[in-house]
């Protein structure tokens, strides 16, 4: 008990994608067009445009994470991840000898901000790239428009990849705005990972996705090996891709607002008693 219900859509495009048959068989290793179309028709727009042959789906956010991390590192390479952050940024990186570097998030100001002066202090000819995480977990931060244009300003003086975790996306409350980094600049060579799990309330079912934003074809050998990458579990649930065109068309704009509305609800109610702890602000 208390978790959010998946729209009424989700449930019934799988369920008529469970009926249909259609979808009972092997797929691509990348996934079926249809859903790799799906993505583009929701998320492609003239200042983030794409296409089917840039996505590649994964058995959800965290494979389509480990994908790209394998994909843009060696061993004995480096890779700077949020601290505070997720945990499975570490775990995805080490066995494969990937040596991840904590960069500062700063949650001292207003805003929550990279310390990107630290960051400058901890690159070296082995870091190969950036993860950014906003919506962050588990700070709940979300970057400004303005300080987002300063990463990827430090991203491209560097010349380093940005690995960009969205999977929380849109949801934010209390007057923030969600900006897709890859929206913001095509200079910087960035590879979006993103799924339904969090925004649509189905983590269990395993959906997600990498769009390989290769405007300049710095990736072009990376996304050689994601897709190479995929061919190791055959594509993620058949049956899911078949229901993602109706999830991504279909649900409405309301189910968001109520499912934004108890998170924000909650978020205040759990900020308002931790308050009154004495120590803790």
């Known amino acids: 008990g208390g978790k959010l219900p998946p729209s009424e859509v989700a449930v019934q495009a799988m369920h008529e994608s469970v009926s249909n048959h259609i979808y009972d068989g092997y797929g691509p290793a990348v996934g079926a067009l249809a859903a790799r179309q799906a993505i583009v028709d929701k998320y492609s727009s003239i200042d983030n445009e794409f296409t089917a042959d840039d996505v590649v789906l994964a058995s959800g956010c965290s494979h389509a994470l480990q994908m790209a991390i394998e994909a843009v590192a060696n061993a004995g390479d480096n890779i700077l991840v949020p601290h505070p ?36 202090t901890i690159i070296d000819d082995n870091t190969k790239a950036i993860i950014i995480n906003n919506p962050g977990n588990p700070t709940g931060g979300v970057f400004t428009k303005e300080h987002l244009e300063e990463i990827l300003e430090f991203a491209n003086k560097y010349k380093l990849i940005i690995i960009a975790d969205e999977i929380y996306g849109d949801l934010v409350y209390n007057g923030a705005t969600f900006y897709p980094l890859a929206s913001l600049s095509p200079k910087v060579p960035i590879i979006t990972c993103d799924g339904i799990a969090k925004r649509w309330m189905v983590p269990g079912w395993r959906l997600g996705w990498l769009i390989i934003h290769n405007h300049f074809g710095v990736l072009t050998e990376v996304k050689k090996g994601i897709v190479a990458l995929s061919q190791k579990i055959v594509g993620p649930c058949s049956l899911v891709q078949g229901a993602l065109p109706k999830i991504l068309r279909e649900t409405s704009e309301e189910y968001f607002v109520y499912t934004r509305n108890v998170i924000e609800t909650n978020a205040n109610i759990v900020e308002d008693i931790l308050a009154e702890v004495p120590g803790m602000r």
Not at 100 to 105: S, V
């Open 85 to 120: 952050g997720f945990p499975l940024y570490s775990t995805l990186c080490r066995p494969h000898n990937i040596i991840d570097k904590p960069y500062k998030i700063d949650m001292s100001g207003e805003d929550v901000k990279i310390d990107l002066s630290y960051m400058a």
